[in-house]
């Protein structure tokens, strides 16, 4: 039972015999830091129940604490504010609780009631960038945290493959590739495929210029460029199953994914399952027509298909064209029911998408909600801000595009830098050197991203991020290889006579901050924020160096007190380590 809970039935039975009344809610914070304390009740919403002074209320409730409880020693008040002292007996059994469990903090995941969590999303035109990047760590780092709450989870993602983007790589490589593959290059599937939509781009742009020298209008020659016109009959041939066009579609696609395969992998990210929209684009239009049948949708005059969401405060959405083909909303109602189709134990769903498809969410929840779907009361838009580097915005076509692949390469090598100028790794063999920087490069890149709430938007800074000081990953990393150098010099076989400790100022802060670590997972799974992960991280880190720099641990005064403040040291780094693979992030056992 947590401390929160055991306060609150004692000051129910207070409130019993002192007042002869009821209380349903206790607010609890943090004992301010100029204030002696290690949990503070607020006495100000109380006033209700009882007619008394706050100060004199305080009073009353501390007494009775301090003489009906085991975990309550002294208390001050300050206005409103009762300031509780706790034991080192609760303290002590806190230890051994967070000692006893394997994952301190994590629920093992429940056999129904599922939650799918969908990232990454790609196109297979071009590899994966800066922003993929976010929106992979997020959505991993969501399903971990979903998976220490409790939940059951399923990765997944939706590879957009078809389309005229789709088209004008596979038009460029028939034009300009003379035969070249990935294998022949040498190069990455997906990177090559993607410099061939880089080339359609410039040859498009050339073939513009070239009808405005003729007298054409801008956007008439927009429309009319040659190459823009074969890439759309090829988008014809694609839908008509034409054998050669689909031929090429489905190998240059396999290029891609290999590409696609090798930097998750470097990422750290995984997938459950995965669906495509040449799969799934034409599954909605059996509920579109059921939806007519139920006057979810209405048809206009040119046989289009319409929801009306004037009473949920947005406008009318199309879902069928008039010629009966499907648009992005009819897709994505098909492929949310086939989920729950593949996956029946699903009962709710997480979409991270970017914050430019917000309304397109909201719209595609009601409209599902509207159809009658039990579990689209539970449907999630994790939105996010874009990541921009100091070098400014990023254009795909234009091939300015932050490649994933390079700035992870990228932070490796800064790791690098920044540890052989500060002497970090001296000693290390090559390989560990190697292993290390790695760690520490993509440690650095996906704190970085994480610790911002989602809806923020990033500029990303890679040299900032590799920091040894600060809210950075590598000062996290750093102080759990601190730990584990602790670790490795101390006694094993230590034990812990608990009557004869008494606690200071910096063990307790230490473990007040382990005790939350539970509620703040519970925390960052309800608001799907990775965020709190991170900082929380952080403060458990500034504890515990307050700790290290203030306390002896390895030369305390007797035996038990070096055993219990090793195996406390111990206890931060499993902490700090099992946060850290909330985030996707690995811990060095020395640096």
């Known amino acids: 039972m947590s401390l929160q809970k055991i306060l609150s039935q004692h000051i129910k039975s207070a409130f019993k015999s002192q007042f002869q009344t009821e209380i ?3 607010e609890f914070q943090a004992t301010r830091k ?4 290690d949990i503070t009740v607020v006495t100000f919403p109380m006033l209700r129940m009882v007619k008394m002074n706050p100060v004199q209320l305080g009073e009353q409730l501390g007494a009775y604490l301090v003489a ?13 504010f009762l300031n509780l002292v706790l034991s080192d007996t609760y303290f002590f059994q806190l230890f051994r609780r967070i000692q006893s469990v394997e994952k301190f903090g994590f629920i093992s995941a429940a056999q129904s009631d599922a939650v799918m ?23 991993f780092s969501i399903a971990e945290i979903l998976k220490a709450s409790g939940k059951k989870v399923y990765k997944t993602q939706i590879i957009n493959d078809r389309g005229i983007h789709i088209c004008k790589s596979m038009l460029a490589w028939q034009r300009f590739a003379q035969g070249q593959t990935p294998e022949s290059t040498g190069i990455k599937g997906d990177k090559f495929v993607g410099n061939f939509y880089v080339k359609f781009d410039q040859e498009y742009k050339k073939e513009i210029a070239k009808l405005e020298q003729d007298g054409l209008a801008l956007d008439e020659a927009k429309v ?6 074969a890439a759309q009959e090829m988008l014809r041939q694609w839908e008509a199953g034409d054998a050669e066009v689909v031929k090429l579609w489905k190998t240059m696609n396999q290029w891609v994914y290999d590409g696609f395969e090798l930097t998750y992998n470097n990422l750290g990210v995984n997938f459950d399952s995965y669906y495509y929209e040449s799969e799934t684009y034409l599954l909605g239009k059996s509920f579109i027509e059921e939806g007519l049948k139920k006057g979810v949708f209405f048809k206009k005059d040119d046989g289009s298909v319409w929801c009306d969401l004037a009473e949920e405060g947005l406008d009318e959405k199309i879902v069928l064209r ?36 917000d309304y397109h969410f909201k719209v595609l929840f009601h409209i599902l909600k509207k159809l009658g779907f039990e579990w689209a009361q539970n449907l999630f838009h994790l939105s996010y801000g874009m990541v921009d580097l100091p070098s400014g915005k990023m254009k795909s076509r234009e091939g300015t595009v932050v490649d994933a692949d390079d700035l992870v390469l990228e932070m490796t090598n800064t790791a690098q830098l920044i540890s052989q100028d500060l002497g970090k790794l001296d000693g290390y063999s090559e390989a560990e050197k190697n292993n290390t920087y790695s760690i520490i490069g993509l440690g650095a890149l996906k704190y970085f991203i994480l610790k911002v709430d989602p809806k923020k938007s990033i500029l990303f800074d890679p040299e900032a991020s590799v920091d040894f000081q600060g809210n950075t990953g590598p000062f996290i ?3 759990y290889a601190r730990i584990q150098a602790i670790l490795r010099k101390a006694p094993t076989d230590g034990q812990i006579d608990f009557s004869k400790l008494s ?19 519970q925390q960052a799974a309800a608001n799907y924020s990775p965020a709190l992960i991170a900082n929380y991280t952080y403060d458990l880190v500034k504890e515990f160096n307050s700790f290290y720099q203030n306390i002896s641990i390895l030369g305390a005064e007797s035996s038990g007190l070096m055993s219990f403040r090793v195996q406390l040291c111990a206890a931060v780094g499993e902490t700090i380590k099992n946060a850290f693979s909330l985030l996707g992030i690995q811990v060095p056992e020395r640096m």
């Open 224 to 229: 009319k460029a040659p190459i823009l016109l």
């Open 34 to 37: 100029d204030f002696e304390g």
């Open 24 to 26: 349903d809610h206790i």
């Open 477 to 479: 990393q750093y102080t």
């Open 117 to 139: 969590v969908e990232y990454s999303s790609p196109n297979t035109n071009k590899p994966l960038h800066l922003g993929h990047i976010r929106n992979n760590l997020l959505g």
């Open 68 to 80: 009906c409880s085991d975990e309550v020693v002294s208390f001050n008040v300050v206005k409103g």
């Open 503 to 521: 606690l200071s100022v910096k063990e307790r802060n230490v473990l007040k901050q382990l005790e939350v670590f539970p509620v703040v997972i």
């Open 322 to 357: 008039s010629d009966g083909t499907a648009v992005y909303m009819t897709q994505d109602i098909g492929t949310a029911v086939q989920r729950v189709k593949d996956c029946p134990d699903i009962s709710a769903m997480v979409y991270t998408v970017g914050n430019e498809q």
